[in-house]
Protein backbone atom coordinates (compact mmCIF):
# COMPACT_ATOMS: atom_id res chain seq x y z
CA UNK A 1 0.00 0.00 0.00
CA UNK A 2 2.87 2.46 0.79
CA UNK A 3 4.22 1.52 -2.42
CA UNK A 4 1.01 2.69 -4.55
CA UNK A 5 0.60 5.36 -1.98
CA UNK A 6 4.33 6.86 -3.09
CA UNK A 7 3.72 5.76 -6.83
CA UNK A 8 0.77 8.02 -6.56
CA UNK A 9 2.47 10.84 -5.22
CA UNK A 10 4.95 11.25 -8.10
CA UNK A 11 4.33 14.38 -10.13
CA UNK A 12 4.43 12.42 -13.51
CA UNK A 13 1.08 10.39 -11.92
CA UNK A 14 -0.02 12.90 -10.55
CA UNK A 15 0.21 15.02 -14.20
CA UNK A 16 -1.41 12.42 -15.90
CA UNK A 17 -4.45 12.19 -13.04
CA UNK A 18 -4.74 16.08 -13.29
CA UNK A 19 -5.52 15.82 -17.14
CA UNK A 20 -7.37 12.30 -16.75
CA UNK A 21 -9.30 14.05 -14.27
CA UNK A 22 -10.37 17.23 -16.31
CA UNK A 23 -11.09 15.72 -19.25
CA UNK A 24 -14.15 14.28 -17.14
CA UNK A 25 -14.81 17.53 -15.60
CA UNK A 26 -15.10 18.79 -19.11
CA UNK A 27 -17.08 16.31 -20.78
CA UNK A 28 -19.67 16.35 -17.76
CA UNK A 29 -19.93 20.08 -18.37
CA UNK A 30 -20.34 19.70 -22.47
CA UNK A 31 -23.45 17.01 -21.81
CA UNK A 32 -24.95 19.56 -19.21
CA UNK A 33 -24.54 22.28 -21.76
CA UNK A 34 -25.64 20.03 -25.40
CA UNK A 35 -27.59 17.13 -24.28
CA UNK A 36 -29.92 17.98 -21.01
CA UNK A 37 -33.48 19.20 -21.84
CA UNK A 38 -33.84 21.51 -20.31
CA UNK A 39 -30.44 22.97 -20.89
CA UNK A 40 -29.08 24.09 -16.95
CA UNK A 41 -28.30 27.81 -16.59
CA UNK A 42 -24.75 29.10 -16.77
CA UNK A 43 -24.18 30.08 -13.63
CA UNK A 44 -25.53 26.45 -12.34
CA UNK A 45 -23.60 24.80 -14.73
CA UNK A 46 -20.35 26.33 -14.40
CA UNK A 47 -20.71 26.07 -10.41
CA UNK A 48 -21.12 22.55 -10.62
CA UNK A 49 -18.19 22.46 -12.78
CA UNK A 50 -16.24 25.04 -9.90
CA UNK A 51 -16.99 22.16 -7.05
CA UNK A 52 -15.92 19.11 -9.04
CA UNK A 53 -12.80 21.07 -10.05
CA UNK A 54 -12.07 22.06 -6.07
CA UNK A 55 -12.86 18.45 -5.61
CA UNK A 56 -9.86 17.13 -8.08
CA UNK A 57 -7.61 20.52 -6.71
CA UNK A 58 -8.64 18.27 -2.37
CA UNK A 59 -7.47 14.52 -3.98
CA UNK A 60 -4.97 15.85 -5.25
CA UNK A 61 -3.32 18.79 -3.02
CA UNK A 62 -4.72 17.87 0.21
CA UNK A 63 -4.87 14.13 -0.12
CA UNK A 64 -2.24 12.91 -2.07
CA UNK A 65 0.51 16.08 -2.02
CA UNK A 66 -0.62 16.99 2.04
CA UNK A 67 -0.59 20.41 1.34
CA UNK A 68 -2.37 23.18 2.93
CA UNK A 69 -5.06 25.40 0.82
CA UNK A 70 -2.74 27.99 1.09
CA UNK A 71 0.15 26.04 -0.54
CA UNK A 72 -2.15 25.28 -2.85
CA UNK A 73 -3.00 28.53 -4.08
CA UNK A 74 -6.82 28.11 -3.52
CA UNK A 75 -7.36 29.47 0.05
CA UNK A 76 -10.45 31.57 0.81
CA UNK A 77 -8.37 33.42 3.11
CA UNK A 78 -6.86 36.78 2.15
CA UNK A 79 -8.92 35.93 -1.40
CA UNK A 80 -10.39 39.44 -1.59
CA UNK A 81 -7.28 41.97 -2.26
CA UNK A 82 -5.75 38.79 -4.82
CA UNK A 83 -9.50 38.93 -7.00
CA UNK A 84 -9.41 42.79 -6.65
CA UNK A 85 -5.81 43.08 -7.98
CA UNK A 86 -6.81 40.37 -10.83
CA UNK A 87 -10.05 42.37 -11.53
CA UNK A 88 -7.85 45.68 -11.72
CA UNK A 89 -5.44 44.63 -14.33
CA UNK A 90 -8.27 43.21 -16.35
CA UNK A 91 -9.67 46.01 -16.22
CA UNK A 92 -6.75 47.86 -17.39
CA UNK A 93 -6.25 45.75 -20.40
CA UNK A 94 -10.18 45.61 -21.29
CA UNK A 95 -10.38 49.30 -21.11
CA UNK A 96 -7.24 49.58 -23.25
CA UNK A 97 -8.41 47.54 -25.55
CA UNK A 98 -11.47 49.31 -26.07
CA UNK A 99 -10.01 52.39 -26.09
CA UNK A 100 -7.77 52.12 -28.37
CA UNK A 101 -10.84 50.65 -30.95
CA UNK A 102 -12.56 54.36 -29.81
CA UNK A 103 -9.62 56.17 -30.95
CA UNK A 104 -9.23 54.64 -34.02
CA UNK A 105 -13.04 54.75 -34.95
CA UNK A 106 -13.46 51.26 -34.70
CA UNK A 107 -15.78 50.99 -31.63
CA UNK A 108 -18.92 53.99 -31.27
CA UNK A 109 -21.69 53.64 -28.64
CA UNK A 110 -24.89 54.67 -29.75
CA UNK A 111 -26.92 53.73 -26.89
CA UNK A 112 -27.70 53.01 -23.38
CA UNK A 113 -29.66 50.09 -22.61
CA UNK A 114 -29.65 49.61 -18.58
CA UNK A 115 -31.01 46.40 -17.17
CA UNK A 116 -29.78 45.59 -13.89
CA UNK A 117 -31.36 42.21 -13.02
CA UNK A 118 -29.28 41.21 -16.28
CA UNK A 119 -26.60 42.88 -15.66
CA UNK A 120 -26.60 41.03 -12.12
CA UNK A 121 -26.81 37.81 -13.77
CA UNK A 122 -23.93 38.64 -16.37
CA UNK A 123 -21.89 39.97 -13.00
CA UNK A 124 -22.58 36.66 -11.27
CA UNK A 125 -22.46 34.26 -14.37
CA UNK A 126 -19.06 35.17 -15.66
CA UNK A 127 -17.66 34.84 -12.38
CA UNK A 128 -18.53 31.23 -12.34
CA UNK A 129 -16.86 30.85 -15.78
CA UNK A 130 -14.26 32.49 -14.12
CA UNK A 131 -13.50 31.03 -11.44
CA UNK A 132 -14.79 26.89 -13.05
CA UNK A 133 -11.89 27.97 -15.64
CA UNK A 134 -9.42 29.16 -13.64
CA UNK A 135 -9.44 26.60 -11.14
CA UNK A 136 -9.43 23.66 -13.93
CA UNK A 137 -6.69 25.55 -15.73
CA UNK A 138 -4.44 26.89 -13.54
CA UNK A 139 -5.02 25.40 -9.96
CA UNK A 140 -5.09 22.00 -11.47
CA UNK A 141 -3.55 22.02 -15.16
CA UNK A 142 -0.72 24.79 -14.93
CA UNK A 143 0.07 23.66 -11.31
CA UNK A 144 0.84 19.99 -12.01
CA UNK A 145 3.02 20.83 -15.20
CA UNK A 146 4.67 23.52 -13.35
CA UNK A 147 5.69 20.32 -11.26
CA UNK A 148 7.14 18.58 -13.81
CA UNK A 149 8.27 20.71 -16.83
CA UNK A 150 8.77 24.18 -15.05
CA UNK A 151 6.72 27.35 -15.34
CA UNK A 152 7.63 28.37 -18.71
CA UNK A 153 6.49 24.95 -20.64
CA UNK A 154 3.43 25.12 -18.03
CA UNK A 155 2.89 28.40 -19.23
CA UNK A 156 2.94 27.00 -23.40
CA UNK A 157 1.47 24.03 -22.71
CA UNK A 158 -1.81 25.26 -20.30
CA UNK A 159 -2.64 27.97 -22.08
CA UNK A 160 -3.00 25.92 -25.87
CA UNK A 161 -5.35 23.59 -23.67
CA UNK A 162 -7.38 26.64 -22.79
CA UNK A 163 -7.71 28.07 -26.42
CA UNK A 164 -8.71 24.66 -27.31
CA UNK A 165 -11.08 24.19 -25.32
CA UNK A 166 -13.08 27.24 -27.25
CA UNK A 167 -12.48 25.50 -30.28
CA UNK A 168 -16.49 24.79 -30.50
CA UNK A 169 -17.09 27.89 -29.63
CA UNK A 170 -19.22 29.80 -32.76
CA UNK A 171 -16.82 31.42 -35.16
CA UNK A 172 -13.87 29.83 -33.26
CA UNK A 173 -11.24 29.05 -35.93
CA UNK A 174 -7.52 27.87 -35.58
CA UNK A 175 -6.79 31.22 -35.46
CA UNK A 176 -9.44 32.31 -32.56
CA UNK A 177 -7.78 29.26 -30.77
CA UNK A 178 -3.94 30.65 -30.97
CA UNK A 179 -5.44 33.72 -29.97
CA UNK A 180 -7.15 32.19 -26.85
CA UNK A 181 -3.86 30.67 -26.11
CA UNK A 182 -2.17 34.32 -25.73
CA UNK A 183 -4.78 34.86 -23.38
CA UNK A 184 -4.72 31.57 -21.76
CA UNK A 185 -0.84 32.29 -20.99
CA UNK A 186 -1.34 35.50 -19.84
CA UNK A 187 -4.03 34.87 -16.92
CA UNK A 188 -1.16 32.00 -16.38
CA UNK A 189 1.25 35.01 -15.83
CA UNK A 190 -1.57 36.57 -13.49
CA UNK A 191 -1.22 33.32 -11.25
CA UNK A 192 2.26 33.52 -11.34
CA UNK A 193 2.06 36.54 -9.36
CA UNK A 194 0.98 35.31 -6.47
CA UNK A 195 1.63 31.75 -7.22
CA UNK A 196 -2.20 32.12 -6.37
CA UNK A 197 -5.58 31.15 -8.42
CA UNK A 198 -7.66 34.19 -6.96
CA UNK A 199 -5.39 36.58 -8.55
CA UNK A 200 -6.09 34.86 -12.28
CA UNK A 201 -9.61 34.29 -11.57
CA UNK A 202 -9.98 38.08 -11.12
CA UNK A 203 -8.92 39.12 -14.38
CA UNK A 204 -10.49 36.63 -16.21
CA UNK A 205 -14.08 37.41 -14.79
CA UNK A 206 -13.44 41.35 -15.57
CA UNK A 207 -11.98 40.82 -18.85
CA UNK A 208 -15.12 38.96 -19.76
CA UNK A 209 -17.58 40.87 -17.97
CA UNK A 210 -15.97 44.30 -19.29
CA UNK A 211 -15.71 42.23 -23.17
CA UNK A 212 -19.34 41.19 -23.46
CA UNK A 213 -21.77 42.80 -20.56
CA UNK A 214 -20.54 46.36 -20.35
CA UNK A 215 -18.53 47.14 -24.04
CA UNK A 216 -20.86 45.26 -26.14
CA UNK A 217 -18.52 42.78 -28.04
CA UNK A 218 -18.97 39.00 -28.52
CA UNK A 219 -17.34 37.11 -25.72
CA UNK A 220 -15.11 34.53 -27.48
CA UNK A 221 -18.10 34.29 -30.59
CA UNK A 222 -21.19 34.44 -27.86
CA UNK A 223 -23.56 37.08 -27.80
CA UNK A 224 -24.46 38.36 -24.23
CA UNK A 225 -26.32 41.32 -22.61
CA UNK A 226 -24.62 44.70 -23.28
CA UNK A 227 -25.06 47.88 -21.27
CA UNK A 228 -23.88 49.81 -24.16
CA UNK A 229 -25.67 49.19 -27.39
CA UNK A 230 -22.38 50.10 -30.09
CA UNK A 231 -21.16 49.39 -33.48
CA UNK A 232 -17.95 47.63 -34.06
CA UNK A 233 -16.40 48.14 -37.54
CA UNK A 234 -12.13 47.98 -38.69
CA UNK A 235 -10.47 45.63 -40.07
CA UNK A 236 -10.81 41.96 -38.78
CA UNK A 237 -7.45 41.57 -38.61
CA UNK A 238 -7.19 44.24 -35.77
CA UNK A 239 -10.72 43.83 -34.21
CA UNK A 240 -11.56 40.22 -34.32
CA UNK A 241 -14.41 40.89 -36.12
CA UNK A 242 -17.48 38.97 -35.25
CA UNK A 243 -16.06 36.41 -33.06
CA UNK A 244 -14.53 39.50 -30.59
CA UNK A 245 -11.52 41.26 -29.94
CA UNK A 246 -10.05 38.52 -28.15
CA UNK A 247 -9.13 37.06 -31.88
CA UNK A 248 -7.51 40.71 -32.62
CA UNK A 249 -4.20 41.53 -33.13
CA UNK A 250 -4.73 44.75 -30.82
CA UNK A 251 -6.09 42.06 -27.75
CA UNK A 252 -3.06 40.00 -28.74
CA UNK A 253 -0.53 42.94 -28.08
CA UNK A 254 -1.81 44.22 -25.22
CA UNK A 255 -2.24 40.56 -23.66
CA UNK A 256 1.09 40.05 -24.60
CA UNK A 257 2.41 43.28 -23.37
CA UNK A 258 0.47 42.73 -19.77
CA UNK A 259 2.03 39.08 -20.40
CA UNK A 260 5.37 40.39 -20.10
CA UNK A 261 5.17 43.04 -16.99
CA UNK A 262 3.58 40.61 -14.90
CA UNK A 263 6.30 37.91 -16.03
CA UNK A 264 8.81 39.94 -14.61
CA UNK A 265 7.24 40.90 -11.52
CA UNK A 266 6.90 37.25 -10.75
CA UNK A 267 10.24 36.23 -12.08
CA UNK A 268 11.54 39.34 -9.53
CA UNK A 269 9.36 37.62 -6.72
CA UNK A 270 10.93 34.00 -7.81
CA UNK A 271 7.73 32.71 -8.52
CA UNK A 272 9.04 31.00 -11.63
CA UNK A 273 9.91 27.52 -11.26
CA UNK A 274 12.63 26.72 -13.99
CA UNK A 275 12.69 23.06 -16.24
CA UNK A 276 14.46 19.99 -14.24
CA UNK A 277 16.86 20.08 -16.51
CA UNK A 278 18.28 23.60 -15.24
CA UNK A 279 17.61 22.79 -11.90
CA UNK A 280 19.38 19.66 -12.06
CA UNK A 281 22.52 21.90 -14.19
CA UNK A 282 22.12 24.34 -10.99
CA UNK A 283 22.64 21.48 -8.57
CA UNK A 284 25.69 20.11 -10.84
CA UNK A 285 27.40 23.12 -11.52
CA UNK A 286 30.46 23.89 -8.84
CA UNK A 287 30.16 26.99 -6.56
CA UNK A 288 32.33 29.58 -6.10
Given at each position: MEKFTHFLRLPAVQLVLAIVLSLAILVTIAVMDLALDPRPSLILSRAIGALLAFGVLLLLGRGLQRKTLEEIGVSPRGASPLIVLGVLIGAVMMGTIAGLMGLAGWYK????NFDALALGRALIAFFFVALFEELLFRAILFRQLDNVFGSWIALAISGALFGAMHFANPGATLWTTL????????????????????????????WNFLLGPIFGFAVSGNATYALLT???????????????????????????????????????????SPSPRASAAQRSSPGF
Open positions: VASLALAVFGMGIGAAYLLARNVWVAVGLHWAATSAGPDLWTGGAFGPEAGLLALIVTTLASAAMLWVASRRKHL
